[in-house]
């Protein structure tokens, strides 16, 4: 239970609260870090995290991943990508739909499993409840910031969000509260173990983003709370199936996709220079995220699952 143990704890919150910190006494130098910051979360934590997809669908499908089995799981993985990245290219209102209901699930899923007590139907509730409450988190944190890349991500015009959102701009603060009074609901009717971390976990969360805004907010969630979660989740996985697990070889095991990755981010920063638009780069590299995103909460739904069995 990697985000319930004294390591993880030390990691999030200590981070946390340096970055909290910061915004408090330079809210310029946070400002100017946060792009940076969001690169780094991504290419070097968070894409990394899912490169090694192969090697965990070699166990979960109990195959040696032979020749055939490779050409099967590298079609259909990549397949899933370039259907979610046409998606992008020719309806990408309905890419930022699609990715948003993606990540809702999948992060909820991933911040929930180590909280549940008693894990029945309602679960899946309690998986899109908290993934909602982290999009909030990220969307509303800081709307001059979110919105931008929200509207050139969906091909909107300048301001058109907050125009059409304009009545409703109140309706994310009234979720917040309603989600934190099912928390503690469930809390009290003893749903959730660890209650008083399950409850720092939250407030943490909504003071980072409340100081740092969405770009430092959702860096350190991607890169400590999702993605160091799934790195040790995924290392408990492969060393219960019997295989050797370090992060010396996790990069190692993730290092092809990984520099595929990196390529890709040299890509992007061309692409900046083109547009010369710095929100340009960020959308971009939020449109690579859901288009790897997809394939790769399947297999980690199927490593949940198995270990539920």
């Known amino acids: 239970m990697f985000r319930t143990s004294k390591a993880f704890l030390a990691i999030a919150y200590t981070t946390s609260f340096l970055f909290i ?4 006494i330079s809210p310029e130098i946070t400002s100017t870090l946060a792009p940076w910051l969001v690169v780094f979360s991504v290419f070097f934590i968070g894409i990394p995290h899912g490169a090694i997809d192969h090697i965990m669908a070699a166990e979960i499908f109990e195959t040696e991943f032979k020749f055939k089995q490779q050409a099967i799981f590298y ?14 290219i020719m309806f990408p209102i309905a890419g930022m739909v699609i990715f948003l209901i993606i990540s809702v699930y999948h992060f909820g899923q991933a911040d929930i499993e180590d909280f549940v007590s008693v894990k029945h139907s309602t679960i899946t509730f309690w998986y899109l409840a908290r993934g909602s409450f ?38 994310p603060y009234i979720l917040l509260v309603i989600y934190l009074f099912l928390i503690i609901i469930g809390i009290s009717t003893g749903y959730f173990s660890n209650n008083i971390l399950f409850a720092t976990d939250h407030l943490t969360l909504i003071a980072l ?3 740092t805004g969405p770009l430092i907010g959702f860096a350190v969630y991607f890169a400590v709370w999702h993605s ?6 995924m290392s408990g996985f492969l060393k219960n199936k019997g295989r050797k697990f370090n992060i010396l070889l996790f990069y190692k095991m993730a290092l092809p996709f990984t520099a595929v990755s990196i390529f890709g ?22 449109i690579l995220i859901s288009v790897l995103t997809l394939p790769h909460m399947l297999i980690v739904h199927k490593m949940y699952s198995m270990q539920k069995s």
Do not use: R
């Open 21 to 24: 910190l910061l915004a408090i």
């Open 265 to 286: 981010l040299f890509a992007l920063l061309y692409l900046q220079n083109a547009f010369g638009v710095q929100e340009m780069f960020l959308t971009l590299m939020f």
């Open 75 to 88: 079609s259909s993985y990549l397949l899933l990508m370039f259907i979610l990245g046409g998606i992008w």
């Open 228 to 233: 160091a979660g799934h790195i040790f989740e």
């Open 209 to 211: 983003f409340y100081f």
């Open 134 to 171: 982290i999009i909030l988190l990220i969307i509303f944190s800081d709307s001059s910031v979110s919105f931008p890349i929200l509207e050139q991500a969906m091909n909107l015009d300048t301001g058109i969000l907050s125009a059409k959102l304009s009545g409703f701009l109140q309706a």
